[in-house]
């Protein structure tokens, strides 16, 4: 009866305002930045950074946390790897929702704009992140929460459009081959 109605309005109401995704943007000023090589992933002394490098210090940006390794700091004495360049503008977006994959892969598309004039952009990247105690994983695993339920991939783009993949997942999980 009335219970029943009171409650469908009280989810509808709700579950239409959880499908709108909260859209962020924020503008980094001089942004050093890893240098880096498309066709090599392990990196060179002196001429670009590795992927494992990359991806601390996306973690870094992403997270805020200052790159100039200040021994006052008590939250990070982390500095970006070497070789690196400092970039004047980096624009940041963060959008947080429930996202289907053909809209991650319209958003791909979109960004690979910036690599056309006047931006010229030489690397971009974007960061999927499932939800931290998400029910489910890559292929038929439930996703295991255990310590800190890591769950995500990372797409970086270069001008040429060659890509490389990161992908994150906890010790338990399955990832895909």
């Not at 973690?59 to 700091?73: I, Y």
């Not at 053909?102 to 974007?126: D, N, S, V």
Request: glycine share 6%; net charge negative.
């Amino acid at each position: 009866g009335a219970e029943g109605s009171t409650l469908m309005s009280y989810f509808s109401k709700n579950q239409i305002q959880a499908l709108k995704p909260k859209i962020t943007f924020s503008t980094l000023r001089d942004l050093q930045c890893p240098v880096l090589q498309s066709n090599d992933l392990q990196g060179k002394p002196e001429e670009s950074c590795s992927t494992e490098e990359l991806f601390e210090w996306l973690g870094a940006v992403l997270n805020q946390v200052s790159l100039d390794n200040k021994s006052s700091s008590f939250l990070s004495t982390y500095c970006c790897p070497e070789p690196n360049t400092v970039v004047e503008k980096a624009f940041l977006c963060t959008i947080t929702g429930f996202i289907i994959p053909e809209k991650i892969i319209q958003l791909l598309e979109q960004l690979c704009c910036y690599f056309g004039e006047p931006k010229l952009a030489h690397w971009l990247t974007l960061t999927v992140h499932g939800f931290a105690d998400s029910p489910v994983s890559w292929r038929e695993s439930e996703h295991g929460f255990h310590k800190g339920g890591e769950n995500l991939y990372n797409f970086v783009i270069f001008r040429n459009l060659d890509y490389w993949l990161h992908m994150a997942v906890g010790a338990h999980d399955d990832c895909p081959p």
